[in-house]
């Protein structure tokens, strides 16, 4: 069963525009929340993370955004740039538990 | 820069040998690190928990026997695929936590494993 779920593949965003991925979670335990971007046959490279204390993080380009009553965070990437195309992961957990969604595959088009 | 180095980036094997993938820490000490395997158009799995001087705490459906992992040192996993089979072909990861971090958590590189 997948405890966190990442419902929209692909994603395509004209570049400058806003890029808005989702993900949905299901245990209310899981207390820190990270994003990572991923080019092909390479290592996921981590972006931003968040703790269930907060709601909101922001780095740069980069916010996520944590609704603990809905299960649900996302990351917001703005202005979208050429170079963020790549397939992002959003993983959860608490402890030594985490686990991944399966990754949208975000296109910024030029 | 890398903080999390894993080698080999990539491994040819024959059928019924072993191979060793190692995960470092590269600048903080890692108690935990994970280890995982994407298959192609899927999201990566996690098959173990490795902890610092005590045994990896496994997945269910990972075999313990066929994927060995050893944690001798705060900066240091192993991942051994034992018998490797061709359907172990595939991409391997680790990653570490930085407790004074924040715990975040860095991934290495990865390593494709080839099995002929």
């Known amino acids: 069963d997948q405890q966190v779920k990442q419902n929209s593949p692909s994603l395509s965003v004209q570049e400058g525009r806003i890029s808005i991925l989702n993900c949905d979670y299901t245990?209310?335990?899981?207390?820190?929340f990270l994003w990572y971007k991923k080019y092909p046959a390479e290592g996921p490279t981590f972006l931003i993370s968040?703790?269930?204390?907060?709601d909101k993080n922001e780095d740069g380009r980069f916010t996520v955004f944590l609704n603990k009553s809905a299960k649900h965070l996302s990351l917001h990437i703005v202005p979208s740039q050429p170079g963020d195309s790549a397939v992002y992961f959003c993983?959860?957990?608490?402890?030594?538990?985490?686990?991944f969604g399966t990754g949208t595959s975000l296109t910024v088009i030029p | 820069g890398a903080v999390v180095s894993q080698h080999p980036s990539r491994v040819i094997c024959k059928s019924g040998t072993s191979v060793k993938i190692e995960c470092r820490s590269l600048?903080?000490?890692?108690?935990?690190m994970f280890w995982y395997r994407q298959f192609p158009k899927k999201s990566l799995m996690l098959m173990a928990t490795?902890?610092?001087?005590?045994?990896?705490?496994?997945e269910q459906g990972v075999e313990k026997d066929k994927f060995l992992i050893n944690h001798a040192s705060l900066t240091l996993s192993t991942l051994t695929v034992t018998s490797a089979h061709p359907e172990d072909s595939s991409f391997y990861i680790c990653?570490?936590?930085?407790?004074?971090?924040?715990?975040?958590?860095?991934f290495g590189e990865g390593s494709w494993l080839t099995v002929v």
């Open positions: 990653s570490a936590r930085d407790q004074a971090a924040g715990n975040t958590i860095y």
């Open positions: 600048d903080f000490q890692a108690t935990t």
């Open positions: 245990n209310s335990m899981f207390d820190y």
């Open positions: 968040i703790s269930s204390i907060k």
């Open positions: 490795s902890n610092e001087g005590s045994k990896a705490t496994y």
């Open positions: 993983a959860a957990g608490s402890g030594n538990q985490f686990y």
